[in-house]
């Protein structure tokens, strides 16, 4: 979608080996560095850019310092040279032919730099720049020998036509009809840098401490030590401003003194001082930092200038950064323990990432009492670089790793973390805890569907669409990692409950229905073998209650009959000591009964003396650990789905609206013709208006469009029924004279539609969430009753399935009370055509159809509202 001509921010990329490049527009100021970087290139490199052995001059670089991101773009990418100045050491240019839906495009990268995938992320950029101004399609000219740049133009993803005339390979890339091919070959290329990028986190055999001082009680000092304390496989080296000895290691005064490559630094000093320390460590080679230190981005403009400083000189080095302000990094393939924690995480197979360093330490000191072991454990600090996106990119290969935990605060690219989170939960389940939600959603908001698609329902959309398992407490996070790490997932939401105390066993089965799961009828035979080892007193339906004298034998004897139950899919076991048996035996019995069993035993053992490991303290945390279980079940039966092939839909038009509302403004509602315009390029159904200047005018529509007619105020955005701005069911001329009267101005005149529900659809353009499609109950209702469910574009049939089928709106569509179903068919379309309007407009703000009535033999808007911003400049520079 064509958007106003401007200059990109600073970009970074990651390439094929791991590192990183930052990526900006040239300008005047570099063109010197530019004549000199192409005078670097070898002559064969030369050749191939220039066809032939031109000379270089100021002419041969006007153009690319000239952009004006419409006409002309150009990408510059820098490294740091020597003594740390920056060199350029690639550079992008696309010029916009004759036609200005094309545009030429040539590459040049410097030698050292070739083979790393470098021309890929710059046409990847280049590409993201020109769509955003229109062009459709890049041309190459390219030498037949120079099979580097056109596997680049192969690689990409791009929908590519090659033509030999004149001993020139003519190379045609089709920017916009790539779509989801290109954005999975693009993900294919970060997965693979990414986590070859972050293996000096976790595979280090060299780790340097700056700022581990001799001293104890230091932050340094004491990370240093927990580094040997822990075994580290491979070498540490203490940095401080003497050079003094830590620990019984010989110590440096600066890491250029240690006589060995480091893959990791690890910063410890004043926030003032980590500039220079990264400095130094970044000159001698090391490609992985983890800063501690703290005085950053949280601090306010000065420390956020203070951040990006740091991060544009890792940049300037194509390294990583976790932090800063953070407590640092752990990894048990190395026996690496570089954090300040006064616990270190005890060995397993469980990666957490955690942006809070608070909670980091709460669930290591918890980790070893309930048994929890740990792979990996990353704090991110302000994720100035490595965030938790990238660390699933790493764990998705990790052989060390079986299941994610994640602690989160905020999303830097939401989008992202679902596609990849989508990928990894496939084979490893995610439980993610996200604070800050309280509240989210109560912003101001002009329309139904903003209002309505407050941040918190976008954060539940995003993680059931990606399969991550949201946790609401720390307590339940780790209740459902001990389930996770240690009995398989259900076969569905069944569950028996065995218990010694019927009242606990109420509890249990309240907290099963929360948590929705069903206590279901145990099979005759299964109630047959209970009764024969319960006692005569005992309960024997669902829950079962085998009573306060049972022992660990009865439990032993009872367990095996509900698991051999085929109608039950996990088993919730409680007990409270008796006189006649102790916690330790029960849970002894509990274990033998149910090794080898291929459904889940949650053992619940309330005792004073705390419950064994593995075992849940209360009811309430048993049925939510086994909610979420059912739950991955549930996700992983869920067929994959990608968005349909849409006919009738002409973004050309649509472009014109856009431009046309946005001209010389950056936030507006548009008015009847232009919505209806843009919502008709798209073929979303609409109801058949006129627009009328006055009451005669409006006389004229109504017998042109057939009584009954409905008339309503032509002002863009606004509330009609609120406002007293819509009359409906009017029957003649006399009641549409005193309607267009009553409201005054331009009015629109509307088809009357009866029957069916009313059901609302809108999409926006979530601040943080990106494109997002709503739908649930609609008409003047919508707020009030409820219930609009939102999910992230783009929607395939199975979350616009799902959308049609969920909370109060669902029952409307499956007919209400006797009411015939509406037409699936046709809302589903309706959903789908947002979707896509939504993802291809991003100056969407908010859209409002409400309400879609909808019939059992179609559907059509018969109110719509579109409001149109301008979107914040990006505040990243990573664009993986």
Known sequence: MTTTAHAPLTEDVVLRDGSTLRLRAPTAADEAELIAFFRDLSPASRYLRFHGTAGVDEHTVAGAVMSDWRARGSLLGELAGAGGTLRPVALATYVQLHDPRRAEVAFAVADDLQGRGAGTRLLERLATHASAVGIEEFVAEVLPQNNAMLRVFDDAGFDVARKLQDGVVEVVLRLEAAGRAAVARRDERDHIAVAESLRPFFEATSVAVIGASPRRGTIGGELFRNILAGDFTGAAYPVNRTGAPVGGVPGYADVADIPAVVDLAVICVPGALAIDAARSALAAGVKALCVISAGFAETGAEGRARQEELLALVRAHGARLIGPNCLGVASTASRLNATFARRAAPPGRIAFSSQSGALGLALLEEADTRGLGLSSFVSIGNKADVSSNDLLEYWEEDEHTDLVLLYLESFGNPRKFARVAGRLARTKPILAMRSGTSGAGARAAGSHTAALAGSDAAVDALFWQAGVLRARTLEELLDAAVLFSSQPLPRGNRVAVLTNAGGLGILCADACDAA????????????????????????????????????????????????????????????????????????????????????????????????????????????????????????????????????????????????????????????????????????????????????????EAAVELGYPVVVKTAEPGAHKTESGGVHVDLRDADSVRRAAGAIGGPVIVQQFVTGGVELLAGAMQDPVFGPLVAFGPGGIYAELIGSTRVALAPLGDVDVDELLASGKAGKLVAGWRGAPAADRAALADVLHRLARLVEDVPTLAELDLNPVIARPDGCVAVDARVHLRRPAARASAKTW
């Open 516 to 699: 929705g799961l069903t206590l279901p009828p145990l099979a005759p035979e299964t109630v047959q073998r209970l009764a024969e080892v319960a006692p005569a007193e005992a309960s024997t339906a669902n829950p079962v209650d085998i009573l306060g004298s049972a022992t660990a034998r009865t439990y032993e004897a009872a367990l095996p009959a509900l698991l051999e139950d085929s109608g039950i899919d996990a088993v919730i076991v409680l007990f409270v000591p008796p006189v006649v048996a102790t916690a330790a035996d029960v849970a002894d019995a509990i274990a033998r009964a149910s090794a080898g069993a291929d459904k889940p035993v949650l053992p619940v053992v309330i005792s004073a003396d705390g419950s064994p490991v593995g075992s849940f303290t209360y009811p309430e945390s048993a049925a939510r650990a086994l909610g979420l279980a059912a739950r991955r079940a549930a996700w992983l039966r869920r067929p994959a789905s990608e968005p349909p092939e849409l006919d009738r839909i002409d973004r050309a038009a649509a472009t014109e609206v856009v431009e046309r509302a946005l001209a010389g403004t950056d936030d507006v509602w548009l008015d009847p013709h232009e919505t209806r315009a843009l919502l008709g390029a798209y073929a979303l159904p609409l109801v058949g208006e006129r627009y009328a200047s006055g009451t005669d005018t409006a006389v």
